[in-house]
């Protein structure tokens, strides 16, 4: 029995450090995990499958909180303008609230997309085969979007180096595309980088505003899928271990990863995770032809 919890809580270690490194990268941490959860034979209890991976996506999630904690809190700092003898001091300190309010706007058509085929995405696409599929054309749109789309793009997404300026057009661009999100294997890393892209915006600021963008939409998602699935109340102490250990290591690694991440788009381009998905998806498709993992959802 004890090896059997050291090996429950082992395979939860391994899981934590697929999500850490692939949440902010474009080539799907939703796709990833469900082809290495296949490939581990990770079970447990049906509240604790369903649960284990809006957990460690909260482990994620608050890596960049953390990473970005500075930026966030000058935009809470300067909610609201500041005047001196009815004249603004800082006339961009207006974006602070106006930061907000775009990361709002850019929420509305992903929480629409979810609502009306979030569940049909559920019930027929979480599967290694559809995940592989959507890997590759992701791969191949994420070449041709940048070929195409990211060509003297603005960087006043990094403005004042306090918190990003996006206008409304942009954050509504970029929320129509997070909706592909909805589809296992496209990311949402890639969905909102393309979409920036389009937007009119380069690569490292259109990768900043995922980030932020993230936080509301993955700690939103992450409440409500734990308070549907009725938290922690019918799970095992090991169960729970497991997920402590999920969410842990996924905090830790994403720390490395997103500034790592950062640090490459300012120098390299996205071809090398647009390739990179296109060859783990005919990789992933192979080993489902052969029975290795399972075709079906």
């Known amino acids: 029995m004890i090896i059997e919890d050291l090996l429950f809580c082992l395979k939860s270690f391994i899981l934590g450090i697929v999500e850490g490194v692939t949440e902010f990268l474009p080539i799907s941490s939703t796709g990833h ?9 990770f079970q447990g209890s049906e509240q604790y499958i369903n649960t284990y991976s809006y957990v460690i996506q909260l482990g994620a999630i608050l890596a960049v909180i953390l990473l970005y904690w500075k930026k966030i809190f000058a935009t809470l700092q300067n909610l ?19 930061f907000w309010i775009t990361l709002a706007i850019a929420c ?22 559809s995940v592989s599929i959507v890997l590759v054309l992701g791969g191949i749109a994420m070449i041709f979007a940048e070929k195409y789309c990211n060509k003297n793009k603005t960087t006043a997404v990094q403005q004042n180096g306090k918190w990003l300026y996006v206008t409304t057009k942009q954050a509504l661009i970029i929320g129509c595309f997070q909706c592909l999100s909805i589809i296992p294997g496209m990311s949402r890393s890639a969905s909102t980088i393309i979409g920036g892209w ?28 734990l308070i549907q699935l009725g938290g922690f109340g019918s799970m095992t102490s090991i169960e729970l271990i497991s ?31 647009a390739g990179y998905r296109i060859v783990f998806g005919l ?15």
């Open 33 to 41: 995990l469900i082809v290495f959860e296949d490939l581990l034979q």
């Open 198 to 225: 389009f937007a009119g915006l380069s690569t490292t600021a259109s990768a900043e505003f995922s980030f932020f963008l993230a936080i509301p939409v993955m700690l939103g998602m992450s409440a409500l899928k």
């Open 283 to 297: 990789f992933v498709l192979i080993l489902s032809l052969f029975g290795v993992v399972n075709m079906a959802a």
């Open 80 to 98: 609201f303008p500041k005047k001196k003898n009815q004249v603004w001091v800082r006339p961009y300190e207006k974006t602070g609230l106006r």
């Open 108 to 129: 509305i058509p992903g929480f629409i997309g979810v609502m009306l085929v979030g569940d049909l995405a559920d019930a027929y696409l979480f599967n290694s085969v």
């Open 243 to 273: 997920l402590a250990i999920g969410f842990v290591v996924s905090f830790l690694v994403a720390l490395v990863v997103v500034k790592k991440f950062i640090a490459f788009l300012q120098k390299k381009p996205m071809t090398v995770f």
